[in-house]
């Protein structure tokens, strides 16, 4: 069982920028493909970014392309995402999330969640 726990969210104004980290626990942390997706209220949890076992493939949302960066460091079990430029639109609280082998854009095919961080953009 794997366990993830993100942080690094916060309040930030627009245009600011914040690192989120996600640290995992309990597995064999380079046979996952770890996404990073976020939830505002109201709306379904949206894809942000994913990469793969090996850090080789990266995949991001067009809404975050060029301000966001997805990373990992399989020896320390960890996960990041950078946001850059940050806007209001951007405010949701983002999840950390694996999954077994193959990199998805689907939240729905991840198979470990953490609980959450809440990132809030003021204008």
């Known amino acids: 069982q794997v366990q993830l726990v993100e942080s690094g969210g916060g309040l930030v104004q627009a245009g600011g920028s914040l690192r989120l980290s996600c640290v995992a626990s309990g597995g064999t942390f380079s046979s996952y493909a770890m996404g990073w997706f976020r939830q505002a209220p109201g709306k379904e949890r949206e894809f942000v970014a994913a990469i793969s076992r090996s850090g080789g493939g990266i995949y991001s949302a067009d809404s975050v392309k060029g301000r966001f960066t997805i990373s990992r460091d399989n020896a320390k079990n960890t996960v990041a995402l950078q946001m850059n430029s940050l806007k209001p639109e951007d405010t949701a609280v983002y999840y950390c999330?694996?999954?077994?082998?193959?990199?998805?854009?689907?939240?729905?095919?991840?198979?470990?969640w953490g609980q959450g961080t809440q990132v809030t953009v003021s204008s």
């Open positions: 999330a694996g999954r077994y082998m193959a990199v998805s854009q689907s939240p729905n095919e991840y198979e470990y």
